[in-house]
């Protein structure tokens, strides 16, 4: 497994935000974590990233216990997030955008300019865009952009944060190939999602949360036609799982 997580339980102050989470995900997967708002699936994300240090559990990334690394540190070992809103830089150019995500490697201007090309040949319809501002951009091309930045970076396991967020239908259509597109490459992804139907039908396996727990896991498939499914998505925990 290239992402294992154990007993993870997560708190906000006083307030619980996830509590006993555990999940694995297989190097060169899709996987899905769904659930409705406030169900804890960012939280996840930001346990494994280490932007917020869990209370209690581990995290393993290729092998290694992530306890003591700091955020740039996964980002280096190849663990990187898209976060939910995108968060490009508006005021810069499309190019100076992809720039930023390759700083974490270092290197000069032709390893630069190298990763550039290999990330430009995944995202062509940014090519002609380089020299825009990226604030001028649609939101579904923001949305690229923000995948390719994170794409400069080389990671082993990208983490997508609702992707779909705000999009018209075809732009979400546009985003989910892209996703499926850099599966393909070998990279392994961690996909939140709050549209059920989208992420099942890219995603191998899939983590239902309800409530800050996992409630469900299996295959996508399985998953697709699990009428508990849609009762997590409302907020509570599915009949047969509760414990009397």
Do not use: C, W
Request: hydrophobic fraction near 40%; avoid cysteine; proline fraction near 5%.
């Amino acid at each position: 497994m290239i992402l294992e997580l154990r007993d993870i339980t997560v708190f906000y102050g006083p307030v619980r935000g996830v509590s006993g989470i555990s999940l694995d995900v297989a190097e060169g997967e899709i996987v899905a974590l769904l659930g409705a708002n406030g169900a804890g699936k960012s939280t996840v994300l930001k346990a494994i990233s280490g932007t917020v240090k869990p209370r209690s559990g581990t995290v393993r990334f290729a092998g290694q216990d992530l306890h003591h690394k700091r955020p740039h540190q996964r980002v280096g070992a190849g663990l990187v997030q898209v976060p939910e809103g995108r968060h490009i830089f508006p005021s810069m150019t499309v190019f100076e955008n992809l720039e930023l995500g390759h700083y974490v490697h270092g290197g000069g201007a032709r390893v630069r300019r190298q990763r550039s090309e290999e990330v430009l040949e995944l995202f062509p319809n940014l090519r002609p865009r380089l020299g825009e501002l990226a604030g001028k951009m649609s939101g579904g091309e923001q949305q690229a952009l923000a995948i390719a930045r994170a794409m400069m970076t080389k990671p082993r396991l990208l983490m997508v944060d609702e992707p779909s967020l705000g999009l018209d239908p075809q732009k979400i259509d546009t985003v989910y190939d892209l996703l499926g597109d850099i599966a393909r490459t070998g990279t392994t992804v961690l996909l939140v999602e709050q549209n059920v139907a989208l992420a099942l039908e890219i995603a191998s396996r899939a983590y239902v949360l309800a409530q800050g727990r996992v409630v469900l896991s299996g295959d996508a498939t399985s998953l697709a036609s699990d009428e508990r499914v849609a009762e997590a998505y409302l907020g509570s925990v599915p009949t047969a799982l509760k414990t009397s």
